[in-house]
RNA sequence: CGGAGUGUAGCGCAGUCUGGUAGCGCACCUGGUUUGGGACCAGGGGGUCGAAGGUUCGAGUCCUUUCACUCCGACCA
């Protein structure tokens, strides 16, 4: 491609909005253009870069013996009917009617579809496994769309599903062979990425894992530890059972309290509690209030005990109750259903409050914990009496010991979420009676994986990990260009013809943007460094002394080469 | 959805407080000079000031309504 013929306009100046690198850098480059709130356009250099991650994602895929389709946009909303899903999820789910009447969403994700597909011409158990996918824009009316690519209302995903005879094959064939390929396609893209253990979600089902690439950007927070290979995301984080203080050190001792039911007047914090008797905050129990809402806004009042010591984690406390959602809740509406905020514990609530209890609470014999009674805590309450249920709640703390290794220390870390995967069972075929006969002639429902990569954010998280302060630096498997061609002087007859004649030449391996812009130098390097184009051939100054030189994008160092050398030179880096 | 803010030329902004008929930089067009780190000179094109209504002799500016967008928090590839 000739730059003076191409359809790309870079910008020295850019939206005061974009604060991210990514953002920043794909609208200077020229690679897209905003239209809208999380609506964007991709220009020739964004589709390019787009297209790129589009073939190593589908090399991969294919690779590991899944099949390509592409499935319907307009989605008919009983699909969505028939999985539960049409109330469930929410606004996100763009509705509309056509001129019928009849009612369609835009797939914000193809499960529904998908089994749809499947159930209509699969019949046997000789027939699976399947893993089909797809890779197509998605809409979801996103609350907050920001970022950029990052968090966009319409987005392009790749979205696989596979579908199994039994839970075994759905993990050795589904789930851990998508691990391996997703992890494959991220190396291949030169991504520095980590797979972690995550919560499942509205999407439901049991285990799932989500590629995270590193970065500061990163608006999640995931949990590594120092010394394994353990990884979580905050939301489904655990650790190893933390030791009591006087487990820990001897100058403790566990207090040995039992006073029962004792007046404790205006103490209401854990601080103030553990003051009041002197002790460490481990020692007691904290209850959090919350408000739960399940469907056809059905409202209930969820307390969930932890140790005085830790902070609650809300998605696991939303989960555990079964919630769709979990919102703040205030001292008057608690105090309307009979509780005693800075007073509230396990024992003697009012009926219809759900109480969840840590899991590391399980065979506490003696803590103290508010009465339900203003001005009064249980004094040595023993938690086994009560039959609780008891449930993983806790948010893990920096400095928290490793579950697995039970050794190395746990940090927090910011990822950019790029994959997920899921073992989803039968939460969609069980509904959607999705069936297939087995060995036995017994009609069963698939189990399923679905699998998601969002391309367009990828495009975003290369830059965040791949930038400078002049721009992206495109790894090898994404760039748009694998190399740039830069006349310095077009006025220059020898420099003018030599680069045509180098482009002419190694455009036969490689995709080549020839710069013969009527622009000076500076301007021409500029642009090649915020188009982030891996190398660059300078033809300049030097050429009457037999030389050009070659950039590297990533070092901005440059290297002087004779003419003649110059295209085998380059082809040693770009393979 | 809660909090904050912004809509003026393709982009970035000033002008709004204190009403008097719209300006700067970049980009774009023409001519010339220049050519290794975003050049210079001269000339030029482009805006019903987000929309609607109101106050006024007169509104980008004041009032009302409305729409859109952005930023910070609860959701997600």
């Known amino acids: 491609m000739k730059f003076s013929e191409a359809f790309i306009f870079t910008s020295k100046d850019v939206p005061s909005e974009a604060t991210l690198p990514s953002h920043i850098y794909l609208l200077k480059g020229g690679f897209i253009q905003s239209v809208g709130a999380g609506l964007y356009n991709f220009l020739p250099l964004g589709k390019k870069v787009l297209d790129k991650v589009h073939a190593v994602v589908k090399e991969e895929l294919d690779t590991a013996a899944c099949q390509e389709v592409e499935l319907a946009f307009v989605t008919p909303s009983e699909f969505w009917i028939e999985s539960g899903r049409f109330e469930k999820y929410g606004k996100e789910l763009l509705r509309f009617k056509d001129r019928k009447d009849a009612e369609f969403v835009l797939g914000p994700t193809h499960e529904e579809m998908m089994v749809n597909l499947v159930r209509s011409y699969v019949k046997s158990y000789k027939q699976l496994p399947i893993n089909l996918y797809q890779i197509k824009t998605k809409f979801r009316d996103e609350i907050r769309p920001r970022f950029g690519l990052m968090r966009g209302r319409e987005f392009l995903m790749k979205d696989g599903y596979s579908f199994h005879k039994d839970e075994e094959s759905m993990i050795k064939d589904g789930f851990n062979k998508m691990e391996e390929t997703y992890s494959n396609i991220f190396k291949r893209l030169g991504l520095d990425f980590r797979v972690v253990e995550a919560d499942s979600g509205a999407i439901g089902g049991s285990g799932s894992k989500e590629f995270m690439v590193l970065a500061d950007s990163g608006e999640d927070t995931i949990v590594v530890c120092e010394e394994c290979e ?138 103290i914990a508010g009465a339900n009674e203003v001005d009064y805590h249980y004094v040595g ?150 188009l982030g184009i891996p190398y660059a051939i300078i033809v300049g100054k030097k050429v009457k002394d037999g030389l050009v030189e070659i950039v590297n994008r990533k070092t901005l160092e440059k290297e002087e080469v004779s003419i003649d050398e110059v295209a085998s030179k380059v082809r040693g880096y770009l393979v």
């Open 230 to 367: 353990y990884g979580a995301n905050i939301e489904a984080a655990v650790r190893a059972n933390p030791k009591a203080p006087h487990e820990v050190n001897s100058e403790y001792e566990r207090p040995e309290m039992n006073f029962g039911k004792f007046l404790t007047p205006n103490v209401k914090t854990i601080d103030e509690l553990a003051e009041f008797f002197k002790i460490e905050p481990y020692y007691t129990l904290k209850v959090v209030a919350k408000k739960a809402l399940y469907d056809d806004g059905v409202e209930k009042i969820a307390l969930f005990g932890i140790r005085g010591s830790d902070e609650l984690q809300e998605v696991k406390a939303c989960n555990a109750v079964n919630a769709n959602e979990l919102i703040d809740i205030s001292d008057e509406e608690l105090q309307e259903a009979g509780l005693t905020p800075g007073f509230m514990g396990p024992k003697d609530l009012p009926e219809d409050i759900l109480f969840v209890a840590d899991n590391q609470l399980k065979g506490e014999i003696s803590t």
């Open 381 to 530: 309450l023993n938690l086994v009496e009560l039959g609780l249920e008891y449930k993983d709640l806790v948010a893990v703390k920096e400095g928290d010991k490793c579950a697995r290794c039970e050794n190395g220390k746990l940090k927090y870390t910011k990822g950019i979420e790029v994959g997920h995967i899921f073992q989803l069972g039968d939460r969609y075929s069980a509904p959607m009676k999705a069936e297939f006969l087995d060995e036995n002639g017994k009609s069963k429902p698939f189990l399923m994986g679905t699998y998601g990569i969002g391309i367009s954010r990828l495009l975003a998280a290369i830059i965040e990990q791949n930038h400078d302060d002049r721009g992206p630096i495109w790894t090898k498997e994404s760039t748009p260009f694998d190399l740039e061609i830069i006349v310095s002087n077009i006025k220059k007859e020898e420099e003018l013809s030599l680069g045509e004649r180098l482009y002419k030449e190694l455009s036969k391996d490689f995709d080549v943007l020839l710069d013969d812009r009527k622009e000076r130098f500076g301007f021409k390097i500029s642009d090649f460094e915020l």
